[in-house]
């Protein structure tokens, strides 16, 4: 017992040896340097009869690619950067820092970006200088960060991959199509990330998740495991359609007003239940990861009409969001466009509703499509049945649609003389001679 005793290593020692390394490896970092600008000098790599410098460096060296390149374009850098150059030498500071200060540091900004990454972790270092141009100080406004795509590599036994590709399959025939691998990975994240709703909490907005919008760039960013992560903006738009605010969380306690939802919860149980819990994108059949979205978005003047909301899958409304699919008209006569293919224009219309507490039962109506009615309004919510949009439905809309508010475009419809007798076009012609832009 004594013997094993007497062969251990203090911590000071496993310390001072570890230190001891990262001290040289700093020295070895900065005299290559040195050499590499030598090796470009003299065209190093043509005396082995190989391409470039980055040949040289992979052949000779042993770095990968990306690294070659990173070791080439540090080495350049610290020609210009001696302090830099100097405080990797000493161990002042490590390779990995050293490499991202010279993203931003010029020969006047050195010592304020020495000063300021001492004590700093290499990632600490690494959002500064993201956040930073070339030339800037530590303490210059920062830029918003950029929504990016991020690499993940996965290395999964037989029976999981088996697995991952039944769900790719699975996932795939209910959203219709194909997903492609960030779709389908989206998806399945969404399954175990998203409460299962039931009934009674359809009112309930889906992104209950975190997301803090900049108020002077209006850069959004995402809380995953601790970490604020920059997203697009279609991510935010498919958010802020249908979603809980809590306010401001940059204050030393919660603001003094609860928080509030996008769409009011009777409502979005109601759309919910009209559009039978699935997109309502033609083609999509989706029944997971719903949102509420407004055909007429909220800043062109959209409110939560009934009639101008839809259910939609995450795949579809972030598509729409991003402009790569058009919806327009209205919940009973949804019109779906694909810029990119302009051969596939849909129409798609509401199915028969299911017969269920708080719904009217149209099973014994036609099945021809949406009627064109202007008669009294209905007991839900805004006063919309589920019979079709009225005339006065369409011609409010088309006006909204022209720019004009949803308030002057009421009060113009109340001035149309026997506007039940009338076509659309009549009623358009006769209502734009009442409205006044303000």
């Known amino acids: 017992m004594m013997g094993h005793a007497s062969n251990e290593v203090s911590w000071e020692v496993v310390h001072a040896a570890l230190m001891s390394i990262a001290q040289r490896r700093g020295v070895l970092d900065a005299e290559e340097a040195r050499w590499l600008r030598q090796a470009v000098d003299v065209q190093l790599w043509q005396r082995f009869g190989m391409v470039s410098p980055l040949d040289y460096l992979e052949r000779k060296l042993g770095y990968t690619p990306h690294t070659a390149n990173e070791r080439l374009r540090v080495a350049r850098a610290l020609a210009d950067l001696p302090e830099i150059e100097h405080a990797l030498e000493t161990g002042a500071l490590c390779y990995s820092a050293v490499r991202e200060l010279t993203r931003v540091a010029t020969e006047d900004r050195e010592d304020a970006w020495i000063a300021w990454a001492a004590g700093k972790t290499v990632r600490e270092i690494e959002q500064k200088v993201a956040a930073h141009e070339r ?3 530590p303490d210059d406004l920062e830029k918003a960060p950029e929504a990016r795509h991020h690499r993940v590599w996965i290395d999964l036994p037989p029976e999981t991959y088996a697995r991952w590709r039944q769900a790719i399959v699975i996932l795939s025939d209910e959203h219709g199509r194909r997903l492609e691998l960030p779709a389908f990975v989206g998806a399945l994240l969404e399954a175990a990330l998203v409460d299962r709703v039931p009934d009674s909490a359809l009112g309930r907005a889906r992104y209950q998740i975190a997301i803090s919008v900049c108020p002077r760039c209006q850069q959004a960013t995402q809380e995953g495991g601790g970490v604020q992560v920059p997203i697009g903006p279609e ?13 401001n969380v940059d204050g030393d306690a919660p603001d003094a007003s609860p928080a509030t939802q996008t769409i009011p919860p009777k409502v979005r149980r109601f ?33 939560h009409d009934p009639s101008l909301l839809i259910t939609m899958c995450t795949s579809c409304h972030e598509a729409h969001h991003r402009g790569t699919l058009v919806v327009s008209g209205t919940a009973r006569s949804l019109v779906v466009e694909r810029p990119n293919d302009p051969d596939h224009t849909t129409r798609g219309q509401l199915d028969e509703p299911r017969t269920a507490a708080g719904l009217i039962d149209h099973r014994h109506q036609s099945h021809a499509g949406p009627t064109v009615r202007d008669d009294a309004p209905g007991d839900l919510p805004n006063g919309h049945t589920h019979a079709g949009p009225t005339v006065r439905d369409q011609a409010q809309l088309g006006l909204i649609t022209l720019g004009f508010s949803r308030s002057i475009a009421r009060e113009a419809l109340a001035k149309v003389p026997d506007l039940p007798r009338l076509s659309l076009e009549q009623v358009l012609r006769e209502a734009l001679k009442h409205c006044k832009r303000c």
């Open 135 to 137: 030339g800037d100080d």
């Open 235 to 247: 991510a935010l738009a498919c958010a802020t359609c249908d979603a809980v605010h809590i306010g």
């Open 271 to 303: 759309v919910m239940h009209r559009d039978g819990r699935r997109c309502r994108v033609p083609g999509c059949r989706s029944a997971r990861h719903l949102d509420v979205h407004h055909i007429h978005h909220r800043e062109h003047g959209g409110d």
